[in-house]
């Protein structure tokens, strides 16, 4: 019998730390061995002139998240995660939103049933927490932080999700006692509402408002105060989709104090600008990039790449949340062509993530391929309590792995992806750097831009506490 189901042979293996040319040796979806050669397997993958990477980790994406009576997510579990694996990616991490008047343990149930015999790779479910009461607090956070669900987000806007300040420290104050990470969506709920409510009054309605109601000042503020909060109660957070270099200098002053606090960053946030919301001929073509924290300018660019550079960031996510665009349950709902305050918020980018990331910064030799690997899969590992499981190739690893070809030219177009969305905000991108291949526990799951895996293949983890979390008491 041979020793390895799977060798992965002549290829470049690239970690978070090192470079080198090697073989991978795969048996029962485990990486059992890395060396310069390795012989005896089943079958043999010729990997030469590819990059041999972790598979993408995408440590921030709404699948058939709950978004309001008249709306409907783009993806569910299936189209999520198959976009995500044709993508690069071998595992996501999607929410669990407590609806109002739900406890979570039934939110997480739901997402549970939503996800079971759904996915194409393994997923790992953070909580939304919307409404914090004793019994949240006290009985249910525990017990689900227990359970493996070691991470949660709060919203510090949106009338259906926002937290006020008194509700974000009872949650970071849980997070602290159970060791749980927290994301913080760190915009300010009554300046945007200000903001809008002046821009309505002055007919200002279209899509492009969406941005001047938020501006930098309205996230830098929210991150400030989250910042704040967390230094009061002693305990580390995670700032997600940073959009410029303001919020970026509150989180940096943070840490000259010696504070914990991480930070992500999209890849909206490098490539795309306000401008972008502006109605381009066709009515309402603006709603398709209507997402928050807003797309900035191009100076905002070059503050974040300035942070990803640096160490600013963490994590490089996509905040993969789709809506169609010719639908009225999605971009173009009846109430959005009224304002664009109720145009659903966010854009689909699961799979042109990586390509995008990759592209922009190995490619045009901002970042090295090492941070690279740690932005796109290593660091979320880490920090959401999936390592030493996933995030590298090393012996013991799952073997859930990316070919990528350094050199292949694309152009990203919505023809060629597979997520439920009608559109790509990135049509006609060009790019340079592409997945060939995505195995995900040793079976190949994508393959040449077709989706090879098997549906329901996937599975729900059961993430460990982070080490980046509260330390122990
Ligand atoms: O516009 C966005 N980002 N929608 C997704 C939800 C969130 O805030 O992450
Ligand atoms: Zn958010
Ligand atoms: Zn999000």
Redesign the pocket.
Same mark, same amino acid.
């Given at each position: 019998m041979p020793e390895f189901d799977v060798a992965i042979r002549g290829g470049t293996v690239v970690t978070a730390s090192d470079t080198f040319r090697a073989d991978v040796g795969i048996r029962d979806g485990r990486i059992a061995a890395v060396a310069e050669t390795v012989e005896g397997a089943a079958r043999e993958i010729d990997a030469s002139g590819l990059l041999v990477m972790p598979g993408g980790i995408d440590s /921030?994406v709404h699948f058939a998240q709950h978004a309001g009576p008249d709306i409907t997510p783009a993806d569910d579990f299936a189209s999520g995660t198959a976009a995500a694996a044709a993508g690069g990616n071998t595992c996501v991490l999607p929410f669990a939103l407590q609806v109002k008047g739900t406890s979570l343990r039934e939110s997480v149930e739901e997402y549970r049933r939503k996800a079971d015999g759904e996915c194409y790779i393994d997923v790992g479910f953070h909580l939304i927490i919307t409404q914090p009461t004793p019994e949240v607090l006290g009985q249910e956070l525990p017990a689900l932080v227990k359970a493996g669900h070691t991470s949660f987000?709060v919203?510090m806007t949106y009338d259906e999700l926002v937290l006020n300040d008194r509700e974000l420290l009872e949650v970071f104050e849980v997070a602290r006692r159970e060791r749980a990470l927290v994301?913080v /969506?760190a915009e300010g709920y009554d300046a945007i509402r200000f903001m809008t409510e002046r821009l309505e009054r002055a007919g200002h309605t279209e899509p492009y408002y969406h941005a001047a109601s938020r501006p930098e000042a309205v996230e830098r503020e929210a991150t400030h105060r989250a910042i704040s909060h967390a230094e009061l109660v002693d305990v580390p957070i995670m700032i997600?989709?940073v959009s410029g270099r303001e919020a970026m200098e509150q989180i940096r002053w943070a840490r000259q104090r010696g504070l914990k606090i991480y930070a992500e960053t999209c890849p909206q946030y490098i490539t795309l600008t306000a401008e972008d919301l502006r109605d381009a001929g066709v009515e309402m073509s603006g709603a398709k990039y209507v997402c928050?924290p807003p797309p900035r300018d191009r100076e905002s660019h070059r503050a974040i790449w300035e942070g990803l550079e640096q160490g600013v960031f963490q994590t490089f996510s996509s905040?993969h949340s789709p809506f169609r665009y010719d639908d009225p349950r999605g971009k173009l709902t009846p109430k959005g062509r009224t304002s664009f305050r109720w145009v659903p918020n966010g854009i689909p980018g699961v799979e042109t993530r990586l390509p995008i990331l990759f592209s922009e910064g190995v490619a045009k030799g901002r970042i090295s391929l090492n941070r690279f690997v740690e932005l796109a899969a290593t660091n979320h590992a880490k920090l959401y309590g999936l390592y030493p499981r996933k995030g590298s190739i090393a012996v013991g690893f799952d073997a859930d792995i990316v070919l990528w070809d350094p050199n292949r030219k694309e152009t990203i177009r919505q023809e060629i992806l597979h997520h439920g969305s009608d559109y790509t905000p990135w049509e006609g991108f060009a790019v340079t750097g592409w997945p060939v291949v995505t195995m995900a526990r040793g079976e190949i799951v994508a393959e040449h831009g077709k989706l090879v895996g098997r549906k329901g293949r996937g599975e729900i983890l059961e993430r460990e506490i982070s080490p980046y979390a509260a330390a122990p008491a």
């Open positions: /921030h987000k919203f994301m /969506h997600v989709h928050s905040d």
